[in-house]
């Protein structure tokens, strides 16, 4: 399972599951209960549903090779 969620659309999830989830507990309708999707997805840094539909926030970074400084070098 590869991260498919940016850092900014982590922490706007994390806000709008927040937000939802209160309001569903304050007496608000049932569907704000899906706020805890949002919470779950902003944790993992996966969504199920951007994968399904090939959507990627997160950038790939290009990493310069990790050099083993126990490894013999010529």
Same mark, same amino acid.
């Given at each position: 399972?590869? /991260?498919? *969620? @940016?850092? +900014?659309?982590?922490?706007?999830? &994390? $806000?709008? =599951? *927040?937000?939802? %989830?209160?309001? @569903?507990? @304050?007496?608000?309708? $049932?569907?704000? &209960? =899906?706020?805890?999707? &949002?919470?779950? %997805?902003?944790? +993992? =840094? &996966? /969504? #199920?549903?951007?994968? %399904?539909?090939? $959507?990627? %926030?997160?950038?790939?970074?290009?990493?310069? #090779?990790?050099?083993? #400084?126990?490894?013999?070098?010529?």
């Amino acid at each position: 399972m590869k /991260c498919n *969620v @940016a850092l +900014w659309d982590r922490i706007l999830r &994390f $806000i709008l =599951g *927040v937000v939802l %989830t209160t309001y @569903a507990v @304050a007496g608000g309708p $049932i569907w704000a &209960f =899906g706020g805890i999707y &949002f919470i779950f %997805t902003a944790a +993992w =840094g &996966f /969504c #199920p549903l951007y994968a %399904t539909l090939k $959507i990627r %926030t997160l950038r790939e970074e290009k990493r310069a #090779p990790r050099i083993n #400084p126990f490894e013999e070098q010529s």
